[in-house]
């Protein structure tokens, strides 16, 4: 039987998309986070109705509905549990210059910056999953362990094998990924294997909730574990061999990853425990107390980020370190796509005298993202910024380091996704120590990366300068 579509049907379908259109045209004016998004959107919304309302649903908002409750709930529970006065433990004291560089960014972050942790820097993937396994080994009461990307491969059933082991000791195993980052692992024999031995696994599901159902913008990119409460690592890596590098596609791999031990751990349960509170709604028995050992001098703030609250965390910290910079800022990051509050930052750091540095891979992450890096270096290298671009291997680590005061390592990029559609978690250790084998790190990475020269940019293709800008508009969404 044939169908028969009349004209009249024709023109309610022609006017629902219209309406439909109109619609998210209003909302894309009321939620966008940023002008130049909220006009592309408008624009294409009412001139290609047909192929942007279906885009607009999947990838238009910047708003996550519902986390933000969530997390307030979790966080409220914390506190009402925490068996010593916070002012006993969170005593961290700056410095006069630097009281309201700290009071913003303890805000930003809803957690103070907690003294008497012992850090250590894992540089490269052998040192870090290492440091992981052994501390994994030694859990007695729970682990937490979260990835963007878990992959059943040689070391993803190396980790697996220890977590089935202590989830059949009888501990409480919790294991959180992002459905997107890892869309093959549910379907994977090592889920399974998992799953039997009794570890409690969750996908983040960024489509809970009504205005989330369509949205795959969303990712959970943390990666976080914790164990007992008085462990945790935080970093760049995921879990795969080629983080090891030892793919033989994607080939050598240069990353960065940090181990913290004492009672700024506790930071890291909160993040966690909200994420699995919003992925499975079930609380976690965890230790909150914050009477804990303190292994360390190293004061340390663990910065989550993520796209439900007010303010875009990400992008706000790091445009906050860089104008704090008196000396030195030095950043390495994979994805180096950032907005312009943070190019003028950058930009007028260099030209009050502050040594500036940025450090992004030679081998790009895809060639949109290389062409838009070359766009920005185009901007910061008049103002003295020096742009490096490492050549050994990809690199991939979200390294800063401000003058010998604050060091960070985590999760977050310099981009667009990570200021505002991300689930991040940053550790920014105030330590001159820890500050001083960060910057032995990256010295040794400087030392394989070319520096790039104006000199350089006149001797590309004369189509080089319109692909670097066309592939700049697309900045937003990279």
């Known amino acids: 039987m044939e169908l028969q579509y009349s004209p009249e049907i024709i023109a309610v379908v022609l006017a629902a998309v219209y309406l439909l259109a109109i619609a998210s045209a209003i909302d894309a004016i009321l939620q966008a986070r940023t002008a130049q998004g909220s006009i592309a959107w408008v624009v294409s919304l009412l001139t290609l109705p047909y192929l942007s309302v279906p885009l607009y649903l999947v990838f238009g908002r910047n708003k996550f509905d519902g986390y933000l409750e969530e997390r307030a709930q979790i966080e409220s529970q914390a506190e009402a549990r925490l068996k010593v006065p916070r002012n006993e433990l969170f005593d961290f004291q700056a410095s006069d210059a630097s009281a309201a560089f700290y009071r913003s960014l303890h805000r930003l972050a809803r957690l103070p910056t907690v003294r008497g942790n012992a850090v250590e820097l894992l540089v490269d993937g052998y040192a870090t999953f290492d440091s992981i396994e052994a501390g994994l080994q030694r859990a007695r009461r729970y ?81 976080v574990v914790v164990v007992d409460g008085i462990r945790a690592w935080i970093g760049g890596h995921n879990v795969g061999i080629e983080y090891l590098g030892e793919d033989s596609e994607r080939g050598p791999w240069r990353d960065t990853h940090l181990k913290i031990h004492g009672p700024a751990v506790i930071g890291a349960e909160l993040t966690f425990a909200t994420d699995w509170l919003w992925a499975r709604r079930e609380q976690l028995d965890l230790n909150w107390e914050t009477d804990r050992e303190a292994p360390g001098n190293s004061s340390v703030l663990l910065f989550p980020s993520d796209p439900a609250s007010e303010f875009d965390e990400a992008g706000l910290m790091f445009h906050q370190v860089i104008t704090q910079a008196r000396d030195r800022i030095w950043i390495a990051s994979p ?46 290298l008049p103002a003295g910024v020096a742009v490096y671009r490492y050549e050994p291997a990809f690199m991939h680590q979200k390294v800063l380091l401000l003058d010998r005061e604050l060091a960070g390592v985590g999760t977050a990029n310099f981009d667009n996704r990570s200021f505002r559609l991300n689930f991040e978690i940053t550790a920014l250790v105030h330590d001159e120590i820890f500050c001083d084998e960060v910057e032995h790190m990256l010295l040794k990475d400087f030392d394989h990366s070319r520096l790039v020269t104006a000199e350089e940019l006149t001797r590309k293709p004369i189509w080089f300068p319109l692909a670097t800008a066309a592939a700049r508009l697309m900045s937003p969404v990279l």
């Open 143 to 223: 682990i937490l362990f979260q990835f963007y990307i878990l992959r059943d491969d040689a070391l993803g059933r190396r980790l697996g094998k220890v977590l089935a082991k202590k989830a059949r000791e009888g501990l409480a195993v919790h294991l959180l990924y992002d459905e997107v980052g890892s869309r093959s692992f549910a379907k994977s024999p090592l889920y399974q294997q998992l799953q039997d031995a009794g570890v409690q696994l969750a996908a983040f599901n960024t489509t809970q909730g009504r205005r989330n159902r369509f949205q795959l913008n969303f990712r959970n990119h943390r990666k």
């Open 335 to 380: 994805y180096f796509v950032p907005d312009r509050g943070i190019i003028a930052a950058l930009q007028l750091a260099a030209l009050r005298g502050v040594d500036v540095r940025v450090m992004i891979p030679d081998n790009a992450d895809g060639p949109v993202v290389g062409l838009a890096n070359w766009s920005f270096t185009r901007e910061l």
